[in-house]
């Protein structure tokens, strides 16, 4: 398979000692995120995230299935990230590449192990039926950034995801259509967000240029990288440094305040594109939309 | 056409790294395609032709892992592909393609999958300039008995007898051909079958998928399809591929001057 192109030296340099001076070359600040792009598809749980060039798509299904025994009151919720030759040509199907395994880990330790979702509330009937839930990743065009933008992505996607209503009376369940009950959304205590940043050498005042949400050719260039999930709350869900140039315990600091300031912008974005999202889906029909809620009269 | 209901919604290279790439949203079941071409690149050893190009054809569902349904979509988009591009032109080399299920009303359906993948790729084909021999057009057709009461399907109906009009009345016993039905219209069909015609009226594909059993023989339900109404049926299906399905292309690659 095609390598990418490697950055020439001119090229290098140019973008280098740009970022010495707090430039870079799409004009953005250097601690400023592209365009965060939100929509939504016909289906609930499905969302497309553009971030400059860098476009994810993220789809959430779920299906009832039987408990793991040693995890009877617990739903399951698995996160699919494959990324295929479609968002650049260097990526293989069934050949992962580090960068592969690098997301999946980090999406498995923001979302999952900071239990953002609440897994004992997709039981249905303990040790016999829960709710397993998946979320598929497609990653469709690569501009840098992926890590960041498919954590929105799942998050966003999961924050719309509406599980169906399941009645339960003695051995029978009954799952309704969601033309017959409102569905509910999913219990999510908290929504971990990631920041990516990018460490770029040092600049004429010998301290090190971080750079957040840098594009491909900023992240082929870099000598190192961190990401660090927070949520809105400003809680430090995960920070991931592996490898890559040493960073001085203040940067971190600065970095770690940088990043729950940004989560919090990102986390209105999300809010402010669920609601009218919901407001669009309900238009003109907004009886049933109270209907669904219970703090209404009925 | 753009702004007739039978029209696809088609959206030239939404994503600007690849070569060549195209979305495609079904008019009546909202399936929604993506796909990306990217050639000529290079060939890993192992697949490498002497004197042809390679062309690999993936295609990557919306939900979990691609397996036996994805496969089976894959080769019957190679197959047709394989007599359309010209592979001698561009000998040791690869030529990509990457589709992508977006949306759709069942994600496991494959004729209604089928139509929308070959158009979308076929589309994204020539916004890569990949050169081919002539360029082609897929329609699905399903045969319905009764087709009154079903929403959304004005236009979309004609019968299989003496040719069709648009939005006549029919009876309800008649049966009658649905275009691009969607899951609810399928599920009600007799039989269904996937067509795709090149720009000169030339066969590339034929498949009655998930409705019949086999050659001319019935359907899944055992209501059976003779071959005399199959062959109005493809009869019609070449109408519409070359006449209409031409049309379409030309409308959407009109900005571009690629014809």
Partial sequence: MPKEPEISLAEKTFVLEALKQNLRIDGRDIHSFRDIQLSFGDDYGFVDVRLGKTRVLARISAEVIKPRQDRPFEGTFTISTEMGPMASPSFEVGRPTNLDHTLSRLLEKSIRRSTALDLESLCIVTAQRVWSLRADLHFLSHDGNLIDTACIATITALAHFRLPVVTVSGEDITIHPVTERVPVPLSLLHWPICVTFSFLGEDEDGEMVCVLDATAQEEALREGDMTITVNKNGEVCQISKSGGVAVEAETLMKCARMAAEKVKGIDKLITTALRDDEVTRNKGNLDWLKEGRSENER | ?259
């Avoid at chain 2, 080399?93 to 759709?104: G, N, P």
């Avoid at chain 2, 055992?222 to 049926?233: N, V």
Wanted: proline fraction near 5%; hydrophobic fraction near 35%; aromatic fraction near 2%.
């Fill in chain 2, 1 to 259: 056409m753009a702004s007739s209901p039978l029209a696809p919604e088609i959206s030239l290279n939404p994503l600007p790294q690849a070569d060549g790439s195209c979305q495609y949203t079904c008019p009546t079941s909202r399936t929604t395609i993506l796909t990306s071409v990217n050639g000529p690149l290079e060939v890993r050893p192992k697949d490498e032709l002497p004197s042809h190009a390679t062309i690999e054809v993936i295609v990557k569902p919306g939900i979990g892992v691609a397996g036996v349904r994805e496969t089976r979509l894959s080769s019957l988009i190679h197959s047709t592909l394989q007599s359309l591009i010209l592979t001698n032109h561009h000998p040791r080399t690869l030529i990509q393609i990457v589709a992508q299920i977006v949306q759709a009303e069942d994600h496991t359906s494959l004729p209604l999958l089928l139509t929308p993948l070959l158009n979308c790729t076929i589309l994204s084909l020539l916004i890569a300039g990949i050169p081919m021999r002539t360029v082609g057009w897929s329609v699905h057709l399903a045969v319905v008995q009764g087709a009154k009461g079903i929403k959304g399907v004005e236009g979309q109906v004609f019968k299989l007898e003496g040719g069709g009009d648009d939005g006549m009345e029919t009876e309800e016993s008649e049966e009658v051909v649905v275009r691009n039905p969607n899951s609810e219209i399928l599920s009600r069909a007799k039989s269904s079958h996937t067509l795709t015609f090149s720009k000169e009226g030339d066969i590339l594909l034929i498949e009655s998928l998930e409705c019949s059993q086999g050659s001319g023989g019935e359907s899944a339900d055992g209501q059976g399809w003779d071959i005399s109404d199959f062959l109005k049926l493809a009869e019609e299906g070449k109408r519409i591929c070359c006449e209409e399905g031409v049309e379409i292309i030309r409308e959407a690659l009109a900005d571009r001057k690629v014809f």
